[in-house]
């Protein structure tokens, strides 16, 4: 089964796919490079996650994140119909967010990935966030399940999480912590497969499922 996700939305949840597919890591502890000096640069707006817009090249990424690592790469989409030239910015193992160019020049940031919880919308959403807090904040959602190329990814059409879409571009990837499939294999095989997930089951909180990945189209 495939489901018929618009080329650009598909752009915009791309995931590396040398990670795991089943689960994402959840960011590690540990404080981060302290790049940032204002409240306003983690939040995440329309057309901005920060200091980042359609108008920053790779230059001005380096020089906003002067202490991290910056490496390059090509983000691979879904089922290999997406690729990106990319640039990852970490602290240490620790990645921090994943940017999305234009072209190989890397003149015009795309998209921004963001795997921070320090970066948030105005609700206060971030990575880290669990389902049961998202849940509480904009009523049920669906997501599809964990083990597939879509897996984690949030169900179009049928919450108020829509509107993050709709308004700022903005979406969700779901996940859990890696090792949860092999200390609770009976949960994790509920929430797995090409199916609906359900924000409402109580086997999420068991499998400690949080927003992974924001996704923020510039």
């Given at each position: ?13 791309c ?24 409240n306003?640069?983690y ?16 230059k ?93 990814m ?59 990945k ?5």
């Open positions: 089964m495939k489901p018929n996700l618009p080329l650009v939305l598909i752009s915009l949840l995931l590396s796919w040398s990670q795991p597919i089943t689960v994402l890591a959840m960011p590690k502890e540990g404080q981060p490079a302290d790049v940032l000096k204002n306003t640069d939040l995440i707006a329309r057309g901005r996650v920060g200091k980042i817009s359609k108008t920053t090249n790779k001005q990424l380096s020089s906003i994140f002067k202490s991290a690592q910056i490496t390059d790469f090509v983000d691979g989409g879904p089922e290999g119909e997406v690729e990106n030239p990319a640039t990852r910015v970490m602290n240490g193992e620790k990645i921090i967010l994943d940017v999305l160019w234009k072209d190989a020049s890397r003149q015009q940031a795309i998209a921004v990935h963001i795997y921070d919880p320090r970066w948030h919308t105005a609700a206060g959403i971030a990575a880290g966030m669990p389902v049961s807090k998202m849940q509480k904040l904009f009523g049920k959602f669906e997501f599809y399940g964990f083990g597939w190329d879509y897996g984690g949030l169900l179009k059409g049928n919450s108020k999480l829509d509107r993050y879409r709709e308004n700022l571009g903005v979406s969700f990837l779901m996940g859990m912590p890696l090792g949860k499939c092999q200390s609770r294999p009976k949960d994790c095989a509920a929430v797995t497969g090409e199916t609906r997930i359900s924000s409402a089951l109580k086997v999420l909180d068991r499998l400690q499922v949080k927003v992974v924001i996704s923020v189209g510039l």
